[in-house]
């Protein structure tokens, strides 16, 4: 996205001014990427599983990990083909911002609770873009809790990136929608080249990763490795062995920036296209589906669904706050650690100056208290959801 780019000054565009500083040498996005790089929802995403719960083990792959790898990879192909590699780079950084603890499996539970409530549906690009737009802050030159308030391109990646599409020759859209009016996953094609290469390096950086992972935990055993190679023989010279994350994601990003253009879109070859969705397909299969995961999916839905319905229960309007504060000596994590969210997203009488965000609820309805629950627990990361059930369950 250069700067004489006819899209340029839409995607360049905020919604509201943002500060500067006369010195500043960056641009409009490297300035995104380092509100992102310093948001605590980055710096959460160290603690959420990416597809394996493992918090004892140190190697298997996070979404923070995840993150950085799909920047990686966004970048080597946007540099190739002469793209802007700093918004290529704040998209993929911010894209899983918000994504919720436990990975899909905690996804599942708050689309449901959303779907119940709200009749609303629920997906995390949508819900990342919640995130970056109205619940994460900065302090700006004044100390004020000011909201990321990103650039327009960087917004439409995060929210375009779903990489669960088997399409084929991305293409960038024309219009330049607005992007809370988003109602479905895929609904509309990024509106940048570099929203398309993050939306397909998604897809490069997890295949290879999760199969690895699933073969350090014995998730994988003989039978499913070698299922493995009869499926992508036909499509790959690589021995077993040599069938990693590295391999895999090379061979891919090559034949990808090979055959890329403007004609054809952001692609891979008929042969690799074939082999991804071989590669996800079998994940799908012996990993994602796997009967040993069923028992971490209900430990999940307990945590998430005890927290809830334990926060659910101190609602009394306006009082709420106060209701809450109340149990504090007895569930000292939960109850003030909420309260501070509510203080910073409600309009109350004592709600501190410092917090020039953008605000959420109306403590009045209880609608509003319901979504400020799940935006709490969506943020959360395993280990800390883990740590405030064990409090409400511990007496």
Request: glycine share 4%.
């Amino acid at each position: 996205m250069l700067e004489d780019n006819p899209k340029f000054e839409k995607c360049s565009k905020r919604v509201r001014p943002l500060y500067h500083r006369d010195d500043d040498i960056r641009s409009c996005f490297a300035r995104d990427y380092n509100r992102i790089l310093h948001s605590t929802a980055y710096r959460r995403l160290k603690h959420k599983t990416q597809v394996f719960f493992a918090t004892t083990n140190d190697h298997v792959c996070t979404r923070m990990e995840h993150v950085n790898h799909v920047t990686a990879v966004s970048y080597t192909i946007a540099k190739y083909l002469g793209l802007n590699t700093e918004l290529t780079n704040a998209i993929a950084l911010g894209h899983d911002l918000g994504h919720a603890p436990f990975g899909h499996a905690g996804e599942a539970i708050i689309k449901k609770i959303i779907k119940d409530t709200f009749d609303e549906p629920f997906w995390h690009e949508k819900n990342s873009l919640r995130f970056v737009d109205c619940c994460e802050t900065l302090e700006d030159t004044d100390g004020k809790h000011q909201n990321l308030n990103l650039t327009y391109g960087v917004r439409d990646g995060i929210i375009s990136h779903c990489g669960e599409v088997d399409e084929n020759g991305l293409m960038p859209r024309e219009d330049d929608v607005d992007l809370n009016l988003i109602v479905k996953p895929n609904e509309f094609a990024p509106f940048t080249w570099e929203g398309c290469v993050v939306k397909i390096s998604d897809k490069i950086a997890y295949l290879g990763r999760d199969i690895e992972d699933a073969i350090s935990l014995k998730i994988l055993l003989r039978d499913d490795i070698e299922e493995l190679v009869r499926a992508v023989r036909p499509f790959t010279k690589a021995k077993i062995s040599q069938l990693n994350n590295t391999v895999i994601m090379h061979d891919l990003i090559i034949d990808l920036c090979n055959q890329s253009s403007i004609y054809d879109g952001i692609c891979l070859s008929s042969n690799n296209l074939e082999l991804m969705n071989k590669l996800k397909e079998f994940n799908y299969k012996r990993i994602y589906d796997h009967w040993k995961i069923e028992n971490y999916k209900s430990y999940a839905k307990l945590i998430i669904e005890s927290i809830y319905n334990m926060l659910k229960r101190f609602y009394n309007k306006n009082d709420t706050i106060k209701e809450i504060t109340k149990y504090a000596e007895i569930y000292p994590n939960l109850c003030n650690i909420f309260s501070e969210w509510l203080s910073k997203y409600s309009q109350t009488s004592t709600r501190e100056t410092k917090y020039q965000n953008i605000v959420l609820y109306d403590l009045d309805s209880e609608l509003d208290y319901t979504r400020s629950i799940v935006d709490f627990i969506s943020g959360m990361t395993d280990s800390f959801a883990i740590k405030l059930f064990n409090e409400i369950t511990t007496f």
